[in-house]
Every structure is written in C-alpha cells, then in structure tokens.
C-alpha cells in the first residue's frame, strides 16, 4: 500500500510540475493543440484559466501584414501535374503542384448536408482536391463557415465590420490572399476563395508565427509559387505514425518548395486529399472521412 502510495504521489508531482512548472514550451503546445480542435477544448480548459489560454492564444494573431504584391506571379500555364510524399520528424502527408492553375475551382456540397472529397471529386469530373473551408453546423456538416466565392458570385458572406482572412484565385488566376472588409473582398475580382488561415508566407516572406502556433494537428495548406503554379499540402495527424504539424511546420514545408504566397485551410479531421481516383492520405476522424461543405478540386 505503501508502495502504491508513493507512485501515486510521485506522479501527482510530475503532472504538476508538467503543467505548472517553468516548462513553457510544454504549455504552449498543449494548449494550442487543445484550443484549435473541435473536439479537445477541455484538455486545456481542464488544466488552465480561461485568462491564462486567452493569453496564449492571443500570442498567434498577426497584427501586421504586408500587402501582396501580385504583379510577382507570371503565369506560366505549363500543363504538368505532380504529387509527392512529404515528411518531417514526427509527421508525414501529400504534396500536389499543379503549373495551370486554372486547373483548380471550388465546388460545394449543394445542400446543408456535407459530402465526402470523392463525391466532390468524382460528381464534378476531377481528377482530385483538398477540403477547403470550415463548417458551421457540427451535424450536417454542409453549412459553410466564413466567407465563400464560387464562380465570381459571394455565395456566403462573413460578419460586417470585421477584416476577413481570405484566399482564392483571381480572374487572372494569382492566388491573392489578405486580410479584407466585405468592401473590400468584392474588389479583389475573385474567380473563387474562401475563409480561413493563418496566413503563412507574403511576398515570398514567412509571416511572424508564435512558437507551437495552432498546436500539433492534421493540416491542409495552398500557395503559389512566381510561375503561378498551385502547391497544396496535406499532413495527416492525431496518429501513431504522424502525430501533426504545427503552423510553423507547413510554413516551412510552403517556403521550401518555393511558395511565395500561402495560407492554411481548415485542418484537423477535415484535413482530406485524393489523387489519382483514391484518397491518399489517413483522416483522422472517427469514422475517418469527414464531411465537408466544400473542396477544391482540379482536373
């Protein structure tokens, strides 16, 4: 008993010392891997202050950002098409480059009840996509969240009076990504775009990112590289062999490889690519697949 005793207060001990010691690196990817799921709120509310996670949190806002500069993009429209495997020290995903990006649109469910990649994929003729925006109904799935453009028509408008982290192609097909007004956003000649973030990189300049900003997740991310070509990037996460990648980590996967304007999508359990007739990458859903309210898509 004794015995017994003495563990258990060891690791009492340890726990404390873990969540409340000088460990701040520790903190900050708890909390962020907590906060920025759907699901896992309560891990970081169950150990920390509401005031004290506020504080963390707040850490990842980018105040400052410097506008595009797209006259840098000179499409190219190359034809090629290429998808690749990517991997770190404790995560691993999916790359694809597509050189034509008016190869790429965004395509939505049609309804309020969501549907999976491959029926997006396969009811609009493509050879395959990425999930895009987030929802707003937890149930259905199929109600967007966020400002949304498809074919040069706002099919879902954000709150007014707020700035709106957008990204989407251009009727000169340049990825044009920003922090804009609902004024704003109807200037930017959108062909699509929709919703989300962080920004990653402007200007061919990574954005300053908190360390462990968003935590370790599942992650899905597009940019454009100067000769116009689309990269989108998928990594799975929440798993044995790939725990996630954090804000940073897909900045440096985008910078790496040539992006000079890149933002991040909707992740987690959304986080869903298919190539090539199939999906290729591990969901981390319950029942794996997600349903999305939309997904772009290139043929």
């Known amino acids: 008993m004794k015995c017994r005793t003495f563990v258990l207060g060891g690791l009492i001990l340890f726990l404390a010392l873990l969540f409340y010691g000088p460990f701040e690196s520790f903190k ?7 906060m920025y799921s759907s699901n896992f709120k309560w891990l970081a509310k169950l ?3 509401d005031n004290y996670i506020t504080t963390i949190l707040e850490q990842n806002d980018i105040s400052k950002l410097e506008k595009m500069d797209i006259s840098r993009i000179n499409i190219l429209n190359n034809n090629s098409l290429y998808f690749a495997e990517v991997k770190g020290n404790y995560y691993k995903g999916f790359i694809i480059k597509i050189e034509n990006p008016a190869r790429l649109n965004l395509v ?3 309804n309020n009840y969501g549907k999976l990649l491959e ?3 396969w009811e609009n003729g493509a050879l395959g996509g990425i ?4 929802y707003s109904d937890d149930t259905m799935r199929g109600i967007v969240w966020g400002t949304t453009i498809i074919n040069g028509k706002i099919t879902n408008m954000g709150k007014k009076d707020v700035l709106h982290t957008i990204a989407g192609i251009n009727q000169d097909y340049k990825l044009v990504i920003g922090y804009f007004t609902n004024e ?7 062909l699509w775009a929709v919703e989300f973030g962080p920004i990653l990189i402007i200007n061919g300049e990574k954005t300053i990112l908190s360390a462990y900003s968003g935590g370790i997740a599942p992650r899905t991310a597009i940019g454009q590289m100067k000769d116009g070509s689309v990269l989108l990037v998928v990594i799975d996460g929440r798993q044995i062999d790939s725990y996630g990648a954090t804000f940073q980590d897909i900045q440096e996967i ?3 490889n040539g992006v000079i304007n890149a933002i991040c999508l909707d ?8 190539y090539n007739g199939k999906v290729q990458n591990k969901p981390s859903g319950d029942k794996n697949e997600r349903l999305l309210p939309n997904a772009i898509i290139f043929k």
């Open 108 to 110: 939505c469910s049609n």
């Open 119 to 121: 029926e997006l994929v």
């Open 184 to 190: 704003e956003i109807l200037y930017q000649d959108y």
């Open 47 to 49: 150990v920390y202050s």
């Open 28 to 34: 900050l990817l708890w909390v962020n891997t907590a």
């Open 131 to 134: 999930n895009a925006s987030a």
């Open 254 to 256: 985008m910078f790496a």
């Open 267 to 274: 992740g987690g359990s959304s986080s869903t690519i298919m």
